[in-house]
């Protein structure tokens, strides 16, 4: 029997960052920036209006108040999208809107409500001068040009993960496409003559296949690309088949097949197209796990045998598959959410291997509390989907009492839940 991090360590030793590719900055959501990037202009470009009103010169404004209002000359009116107008002398004002470019002249901008125009456009006034009603400093209500961003700066540095505001600083660069580590390929391969593709009437006797569905979604939560190849019967020459389909992807995963049943061959597959290991893992739920390398041509593709139980193959896939997927994605450094958490009930672990308990969270002042989500077989998916996490009970440890303390895995999809 060999340990979780030891398993973990040697599947890792076979997953490298994937190739950069240039994708269409939308896609690359969750995408891990392949090179620096620097900025070929200013953001903003041009020093413009954070306001609706007058540019001026702030020299224009001396005096001025409520009850004697500077009285300019509009030259202009300028609006976001507009060329700049001409300059702005002493005396004069320009009427402007918010992210116009401000006027060459112009030092600062007084907002409608310390103006006249209100009161002139009630008694019908001529707008072609302004009175303005208040003193103002230079520079107010100015964005100026390269506030945000620098020409030639440095604006995000590489293995940066996209996330919204990422895409949204890029997209200010007019960047249309993004420099980034492509997405693994996956695939996935159900193993067994009892599995009925969905859709498809029941037979007596079989299942539906829920596993491949399973692992598909969680491969697809990660930002991978999910590949589903079906179901393989329990002969070798059907796994082979579709092992062969397989071959381009960038990682292979099987669920089933891999105990110590009469009809496991994913082990003899394995043997004859590849490098392979067959584990006894110190974990529960998934204790049997293969791990091997295909090999076609010059490539090794790596391949992940997971337990056919529907909540082990979840869970193997999140302690090992997650960690490999997110590696060849080059978020290898990115740690798990773990939180800590109080046990409000017993959990009894009687063979004491490592035991990843379904467990719904709860917060009670300033504690998180933990129960179990339902029964834990292994079989029992709706448990999976009720739980926020898995609670995490060490090896040797075969009984916790209710109030002893215990580390909690976020599942990947409940990571933004705050508990
Ligand atoms: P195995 O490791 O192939 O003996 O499978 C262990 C258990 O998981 C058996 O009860 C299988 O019926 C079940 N199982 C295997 N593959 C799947 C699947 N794709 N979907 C649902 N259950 C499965
Ligand atoms: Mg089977």
Not at 336 to 358: Q, S
Request: proline fraction near 7%.
């Amino acid at each position: 029997m060999i340990r979780v991090e030891e398993a973990l360590e040697r599947i890792l030793g076979s997953m490298n960052n994937l190739e950069e590719e240039e994708t269409p900055l939308l896609k690359a959501m969750g995408q891990v920036l392949s090179r620096d990037i620097h900025s070929s202009i200013d953001v903003p470009p041009a020093d413009n209006s954070a306001m609706d009103g007058f540019a001026v010169q702030a020299e224009s404004t001396q005096g001025a108040s409520p009850s004697s209002p500077q009285v300019l000359r509009v030259i202009a009116e300028v609006a976001a999208g507009d060329p700049p107008t001409g300059p702005v002398g002493l005396g004069e004002a320009v009427r402007i809107m918010t992210g116009a470019s401000v006027p060459p002249g112009a030092d600062t901008v007084v907002q409608f409500e310390d103006t006249d125009e209100e009161d002139r456009r009630n008694q019908r006034e001529s707008l072609s001068h302004i009175g303005i009603c208040r003193e103002v400093p230079a520079q107010l209500n100015i964005r100026r040009a390269g506030e945000d961003i620098l020409r030639g700066s440095m604006v995000l540095e590489r293995d940066t993960v996209l996330n919204p505001p990422q895409i949204g600083v890029l997209a200010s660069l007019g960047m249309a496409r993004v420099p980034a580590i492509r997405r693994p390929v996956v695939a996935i391969i159900g193993t067994g003559n009892e599995l009925t593709p969905l859709g498809e009437a029941l037979p007596p006797g079989q299942i539906y296949d829920s596993n491949t569905y399973a692992l598909a979604a969680q491969v697809q939560g990660l930002g991978g690309i999910p590949r589903m190849l079906g179901i393989a019967r329990d002969v070798e020459e059907d796994l082979r088949q579709k092992v062969h389909l397989a071959m381009e992807a960038d990682l292979v995963l099987t669920s089933g097949g891999v105990s110590k049943g009469d009809y496991d061959m994913v082990k003899d597959v394995l043997a004859q197209e590849g490098e392979m290991n067959f584990w006894t893992v110190n974990m529960k739920p998934g204790k049997p796990l293969a791990f091997g390398l295909f090999r076609h041509g010059e490539r090794r593709v790596p391949h992940l045998g997971l337990p056919g139980n529907p909540v082990s193959s979840m869970i193997t896939f999140a302690v090992f598959g997650r960690p490999a997927v997110l590696k060849m994605m080059g978020k290898g450094k990115i740690p798990l959410y773990t939180m800590d958490a109080v046990l409000e009930e017993p959990v009894t672990n009687r063979d004491g291997r490592r035991y990843y308990a379904r467990v719904c969270l709860s917060r009670q002042n300033s504690q998180v509390l933990a129960r179990l989500s339902g029964p834990q077989g292994s079989g029992i998916l709706t448990s999976m989907a009720q739980a926020d996490g898995l609670a995490v009970v060490p090896e040797g440890t075969t009984h916790l009492r209710a109030g002893d303390r215990v580390q909690v895995m976020l599942l990947e999809w409940n990571k933004e839940r705050s508990y």
